[in-house]
């Protein structure tokens, strides 16, 4: 990777976004991006056009960005920055719309794209990354879901699976920060759970208010991520704990047991310890081996990894991940983090370092670079 040409063409092409009518702010964030995914890609591929890849790729940023914005503003005029507790509000016409995206000529996948992309404002980018498919494979599948549903009548709204697999994806969208869509996402659950007498309804619900609880936890004054076990306890919503323990609870006790309660099963577990060191990681592993049977997710799987690193020990962890692909997103920091739990500091500090160089979302680079440079401190010191 030639850094001094991605340097020397970084004004270049800032101008550029600018004079195509770019505000400066959003064409330095647009062209950031573009350099990561440089970075990323020309070392197997080199354009033959270094600059114009970075415009075109940028402007595109740019755009998704303007669209994911005015998707944006116009839902947190519906509704308020925090979402309350208690029965929702009159429906209005958003969740049915989620449904009628969910139209039965649609594959699955394929409907909870389209929903993401035309209801819920999300990019492309965003979507794929949900996925773990390249960005052009999702565009290719979103448009041929445009295609499909063009000709036929929306008449034929789509399942519940498929409508809380978008709602799901939405808040997960909305809690990273990078589009605040969370309270969207909990109303219209809201909406959906006083509608429809569903378990599965209501451990989505339990498991969006769990983890919303420990939102303003999450980051530090600098913005900075703060993990779950450093995360101040003192400053979780218990109120908000306590109606997602008491909806999961009156959902586990009918004996339907889907992916969302036992996803909700385990935040619950996390809300219920008073200290990290408390936490009941046992259990938590039990939860996430009852999670592997009902998705068979890489996804699922990675994070048991971190559970019996816990419980088991950080070799147990190393050996669980050992049998998972190593191009699973997040993997490589799951491995720096047992590498570090079991004392081999040199390991994790290189491994921190290579999966902040992969992370897309760049509070999430940050905390992994913070990560390896103390690690790398600590060795040089001790």
Not at 109 to 127: D, E, F, N
Not at 285 to 291: A, I, K, N, Q, R
């Amino acid at each position: 990777m030639n850094e001094a040409l991605l340097r020397s063409l970084t004004p270049s092409v800032l101008g550029i976004l600018v004079r195509r009518g770019a505000d400066f702010a959003a064409a330095e964030d647009a062209l950031q991006e573009a350099l990561v995914e440089a970075v990323r890609v020309w070392p197997a591929d080199m354009p033959r056009e270094p600059k114009g890849w970075l415009v075109t790729v940028a402007w595109r940023r740019y755009l998704d960005a303007a669209r994911s914005d005015t998707a944006r503003r116009r839902r947190e005029d519906l509704v308020e920055e925090e979402p309350a507790p208690g029965p929702a509000p009159g429906v209005d016409d958003t969740l049915q719309l989620y449904f009628l995206c969910a139209h039965p000529a649609l594959t699955p996948s394929s409907a909870v794209a389209l929903t993401l992309r035309a209801v819920g404002g999300l990019t492309t980018r965003q979507i794929a990354q949900a996925y773990l498919v390249p960005e052009a494979t999702m565009a290719q599948r979103i448009s041929r879901a445009k295609r499909t549903v063009s000709g036929v009548r929306f008449d034929q709204p789509g399942d519940v699976a498929t409508v809380l697999r978008v709602l799901y994806l939405v808040f997960n969208e909305g809690y990273s920060g990078d589009v605040d869509l969370a309270a969207e996402a909990i109303r219209l659950t809201r909406q959906l759970a006083a509608s429809i007498d569903h378990p599965e309804v209501a451990g989505l619900l339990a498991l969006m208010l769990l983890h919303h609880a420990r939102r303003s936890a999450r980051t530090g004054p600098d913005g900075s991520l703060v993990p779950l076990a450093e995360q101040d306890r003192g400053r979780w919503d218990t109120v908000m704990i306590a109606e997602g323990v008491a909806i999961l609870q009156a959902a586990l006790a009918r004996d339907r047991l889907g992916e969302f309660q036992a996803q909700a099963a385990i935040a619950a577990l996390h809300a219920d310890a008073p200290t990290a060191g408390e936490t009941d990681w046992v259990q938590i592993v039990e939860w996430y081996d009852e999670l592997v049977r009902l998705t068979d997710s890489p996804v699922v799987r990675l994070n048991r990894a971190v559970a019996v690193g816990e419980a088991d020990g950080p070799r147990a962890g190393l050996a669980a991940l050992a049998a998972l692909d190593e191009a699973l997103p997040r993997h490589t920091a799951v491995a720096a983090y047992l590498h570090e739990r079991d004392g081999d500091l040199e390991t994790a500090a290189r491994l921190y370092a290579e999966a902040a160089r992969k992370a897309s979302n760049l509070a999430e680079r940050d905390h992994l670079t913070r990560r390896a440079a103390r690690l790398t401190q600590l060795r040089r010191t001790g």
